[in-house]
C-alpha cells in the first residue's frame, strides 16, 4: 500500500469514472463504487488486460447499445481498460472524506425558531394592526414551503450516507441523491420568490413615498423574473430530465453550477435592495433617538440574510467543483435552509418588535405609543389620558392609530416600528 497521497487528477479521475462505472454495471447497482473498481480490475487481469463488450454485457450488465459511450467516457477502449487496471491498484490510496452530519440539527433549530417568529408576527398582526393582511399570508405560504424545503434536505442528508465521495456510494444511492437535489433546486427559487414578494407588498402597503412604490415595483419585476428564469433553467438543464437513467447520453444541456451562481448573485442582488427599501422611511419617521436606532436595527437585520445567501453562493462553487473533499451538495442544502429562515425570521422582525412595543412599552419606548416626536408628546399624552377615560381599551380599533397620525411620519408606523 503506497502511503504517499493521491494528485487531484487522480481523485478527480477517481470521482468522474464513478458515474460512468456505476451506471455501466447495473448488476451491481448496490455494491460501492470503489468496490466496483476492484471488480473491474480482476476481471481485466484475468482476461488478459481486456475489457470486451460481451465482458461487459454479461459480467457487469451494461447495455449494449451503452458499450461504445462507455468505451468513449473512460477515454478510450485500450487507454480506458489500462486506466481502470491503474485505479484498481490505488483504491486503497483514495481520500475518504466525510459528511458534516448538519442537515438535521439545522432543519430542527430553525423550524423552531422560524416558526416562533412566524407565529409572533400572526399575533401581532391581529392584536396591533386589526388583523392579518395580504402580505402576511403570503409570507406563510413561504413558511410553509421552507418546512417542505428542509424536510426534503433531511431525506437527502440521510441517502447522501457517511461519505462525500461519490465512489464511496451505489449506484442507487448516487441515482436517489441526483433526483432529490434536482427537485430542490428546482423548488429553491419559488419558495425564495414568495417570501421577497411578501416582504415587497408590506413595503408597498406601508410606504406613502412614491420612490418607494417604483423601488418596489423594480425590485419585485427582477424577483419575479429571476424566479421564474431560474425555475425553467433548472427543469431544462438536463434533457431528459431523469438523466441518471440515461448516463451516457449527451443528457446536460447546461452546465448546473454556472446557473446556480447567477441566480443566487440575482438574488443576493434583490436581498440588498429590500434590505435598503426601508431605510428612508425609517429615518424619516419622528421617534426618539433610542427608539429610531431600535427601529434602524429592526429593519438592518435583513443584512443577515444577505449574508446568509453570500455563504450559499460560496457552496455552490466550493461543492460543486467535484474535487474529492468537496463532491457532496449537503452545504448547499445547509446554507439554503439558513438563507430561507433567516430571511423569514428577518421579515418578522418589524411585527414582533411592534408586538413589544404593545405589551412592554417601556422595554422598547419612552413613551407608549413610541411614534410621537418630543413636540408632541403632550399630545401622546393626551391620547393615553383619553383612552384611560374609556377603560384603557378603545371600543373603535381605529382610535388606536389617533397618537400615529397626529404625527408627519411618512409611513403606517403601527405596522412597522
Request: proline share 5%; aromatic share 12%; with cysteine.
Amino acid at each position: 500500500m503506497s502511503s504517499k497521497p493521491l494528485s487531484d487528477i487522480v481523485v478527480k479521475g477517481a470521482l468522474d469514472l464513478a458515474n460512468t462505472v456505476g451506471a455501466a454495471s447495473p448488476k451491481y447497482s448496490n455494491v460501492v463504487i470503489t468496490r466496483l473498481f476492484e471488480m473491474y480490475g480482476e476481471y481485466i487481469r484475468a482476461n488478459g488486460l481486456q475489457l470486451t463488450a460481451e465482458g461487459l454485457t454479461e459480467t457487469f450488465g451494461t447495455k449494449p447499445s451503452d458499450v461504445e459511450s462507455f468505451y468513449r467516457y473512460i477515454g478510450g477502449k485500450t487507454p480506458g481498460t489500462m486506466l481502470l487496471n491503474l485505479l484498481s491498484t490505488v483504491v486503497s490510496d483514495l481520500p475518504h472524506p466525510k459528511n458534516v452530519p448538519i442537515i438535521v440539527p439545522l432543519f430542527a433549530v430553525f423550524t423552531v425558531m422560524t416558526s416562533l417568529s412566524v407565529g409572533l408576527r400572526l399575533w401581532s398582526r391581529q392584536k396591533v394592526a386589526g388583523g392579518i393582511r395580504s402580505f402576511d399570508w403570503v409570507a406563510l405560504a413561504g413558511f410553509f414551503l421552507t418546512i417542505i424545503y428542509g424536510a426534503v434536505c433531511v431525506y437527502h442528508s440521510k441517502i447522501s450516507g457517511t461519505y462525500q465521495a461519490y465512489y464511496d456510494r451505489t449506484w442507487d444511492d448516487l441515482k436517489e441523491a441526483y433526483k432529490v437535489y434536482l427537485v430542490l433546486m428546482i423548488i429553491y427559487p419559488f419558495i425564495m420568490g414568495v417570501i421577497k414578494i411578501s416582504l415587497l407588498l408590506f413595503y408597498y402597503r406601508v410606504a406613502t413615498l412614491n420612490y418607494v412604490h417604483w423601488a418596489v415595483f423594480a425590485t419585485g419585476g427582477l424577483t419575479i423574473a429571476n424566479t421564474i428564469a431560474a425555475t425553467f433553467v433548472h427543469c431544462l438543464m438536463y434533457r431528459p430530465i431523469d438523466y441518471w437513467n440515461h448516463m451516457f447520453e449527451d443528457f446536460v444541456k447546461i452546465n448546473p453550477r454556472v446557473p446556480l451562481l447567477v441566480f443566487g448573485s440575482v438574488y443576493i442582488l434583490t436581498d440588498v435592495a429590500i434590505w435598503i427599501i426601508p431605510m428612508p422611511m425609517v429615518f424619516q419617521l419622528q421617534l426618539y433617538p433610542r427608539e429610531k436606532i431600535i427601529a434602524v436595527i429592526t429593519f438592518s437585520l435583513g443584512a443577515v440574510a444577505c449574508v446568509a445567501s453570500a455563504f450559499r453562493i460560496w457552496a455552490i462553487n466550493e461543492y460543486q467543483n467535484f474535487k474529492a473533499n468537496s463532491s457532496s451538495t449537503l452545504m448547499i442544502d445547509a446554507w439554503s435552509i439558513v438563507e430561507l429562515n433567516l430571511t423569514l425570521i428577518c421579515a418578522s422582525a418589524p411585527a414582533i418588535r411592534a408586538l413589544a412595543i404593545h405589551y412592554a412599552p417601556k422595554i422598547l419606548s419612552t413613551i407608549p405609543s413610541g411614534f410621537s416626536s418630543r413636540g408632541s408628546a403632550s399630545r401622546a399624552s393626551g391620547a393615553t389620558a383619553a383612552s384611560k377615560a374609556s377603560g384603557g381599551r378603545s371600543k373603535n380599533p381605529e382610535s388606536e392609530k389617533s397618537i400615529q397620525d397626529s404625527t408627519d411620519s411618512p409611513i403606517l408606523p403601527k405596522e412597522v416600528v
